[in-house]
């Protein structure tokens, strides 16, 4: 707003300057006409002047034959009408020439009042000028030290975004590696609890359990896993609650497979066998032994079914804004190109979603508690609206009238903020989508 106001200044200016141009054009012309008729009356002024020294020659010899007047006054009566009329001749010269001598000097005199007048504004503009010089050396400076100010920012910017990008992949190498650890005790943990209870499920009814045919490294366990789970104190404990050997009381056993997350089917029962020696199918047998769902567990989530959820939430909401702006794009002076691009990267977002959950993208990924990604969605929004505004600044546009407002800033900033609710979606849904 103010550089269009100075441009108007400049402009404004600018036709006062040609305006004094013409102006300076016409006092010259009035000059070249004055000086002219200078000339004009210089030369009536030499020939009256010359006329005037024949005159006074005359008067000289008419004094020197004054004296021989008197003796000719007969003679001379005939030449004094003669000269009479000469005489009121000159005189009638003379008038005129004071007359135009009157008149120029007149002339002259509104002449250099019409100079005076031109060199004060002259003088005006001089001033108004380098004053609009001063005011245009300052709004450049600013408008230099703005653009500085902005890419200092844009580059903080960019900075951040890439400290946080190579952060959050720290942080999924680290989570990673953190989950392949922990699948790895758990797998230990999981052979050290099937080998216990094979013991323990030999000791008590004499008879091999299904795991004698597994390979011996698979009923080993680590040192480190036996210490932290307290084998030797379950052992003591089970051995003390199981010395009822004749009734085969497993109570305490399966107790603590559950709590393990193993099934346990046991054998040699009598009171949970069927009737032609089966064992029944609800009761829980080591051969059977597997884990219970470990999605309560440990926290896991489909990672494509959430980003296919999430891209049709945005979708919607992009698709209710394309039509919206389609209705009203007469009022805010736009074509029917601009609601279908917006629509067209909602639809994209939506087919690529889709197309991954078909696919089985990552069904099974692990849960986390840190969400980097909304912050680096914050973080996109804010540099693609300050990019807005910035090509809406370049392109010079009105910004004080709403259609075009709307246009260049608000409705892509309406629908740059579904990156944002796309990112805070994902996080919602995947607190509340399991893994399949």
Not at 46 to 55: P, Q, T, V
Request: with cysteine; aromatic share 12%; charged share 25%.
């Amino acid at each position: 707003m103010r550089e269009q106001a100075i441009e108007d200044r400049e402009k404004e200016l600018a036709d006062r300057e040609n305006a004094l141009l013409e102006n300076d054009k016409r006092l010259a012309e009035k000059e070249t006409i004055l000086s002219q008729k200078q000339e004009e009356l210089s030369a009536t002024q030499e020939s009256i002047s010359s006329r005037e020294n024949d005159l006074n020659a005359r008067e000289e010899a008419f004094r020197c034959e004054q004296s021989d007047f008197v003796n000719e006054r007969s003679a001379l009566s005939g030449r004094q009408f003669d000269y009479a009329d000469k005489l009121g001749a000159y005189n009638a010269d003379l008038k005129a020439f004071n007359d135009d001598l009157q008149k120029f000097h007149s002339e002259r005199t509104a002449w250099e009042e019409e100079r005076r007048r031109y060199e004060e504004e002259r003088q005006a503009y001089a001033t108004a000028r380098s004053a609009w010089e001063a005011e245009k050396a300052a709004y450049e400076k600013e408008k230099a030290k703005n653009e500085e100010e902005t890419a200092q920012t844009i580059n903080a910017v960019r900075e951040q975004s890439a400290s946080l990008t190579r952060r959050e992949a720290a942080l999924k190498d680290k989570e990673y590696e953190l989950e392949g650890r922990e699948t790895a005790l758990n797998e230990a943990r999981r052979q050290f609890n099937a080998a216990r209870i094979a013991a323990e499920y030999a000791s008590l009814t004499g008879a091999p359990s299904a795991y004698a045919a597994q390979p011996a490294q698979a009923q080993q366990a680590p040192a480190s896993a036996q210490n932290a789970y307290g084998g030797n104190a379950y052992a003591t404990d089970h051995a003390n609650a199981g010395a009822n050997r004749n009734g085969y009381d497993f109570s305490m056993l399966n107790e603590r497979a559950q709590a393990d997350g193993i099934k346990l089917r046991t054998a040699g029962n009598a009171a949970t066998n069927l009737p032609n020696g089966r064992a029944s199918s609800n009761e829980p047998t080591i051969a059977n032994v597997a884990a219970n769902d470990k999605n309560a567990s440990f926290g896991f989530f489909n990672k494509g079914k959430t980003l296919f959820k999430a891209a049709l939430v945005i979708f919607f909401i992009a698709l209710a804004e394309s039509i919206s702006v389609f209705f009203f794009r007469n009022e805010l002076g736009v074509n029917g190109l601009y609601p279908f691009v917006a629509f067209a990267g909602g639809f994209l977002t939506f087919l690529v979603c889709t197309i991954m959950y078909a696919g089985g993208y990552k069904p099974k990924v692990r849960k986390t508690k840190k969400c980097g990604y909304i912050l680096t969605s914050f973080v996109v929004f804010v540099i693609v609206t300050v990019l807005a505004s910035m090509v809406a600044v370049y392109l010079k546009v009105d910004l004080r009238s709403t259609a075009v407002l709307f246009a260049y800033v608000v409705l892509p900033v309406i629908y740059l903020f579904n990156v944002v609710l796309f990112a805070l979606f994902y996080r919602l849904f995947s607190k509340t989508t399991n893994a399949d």
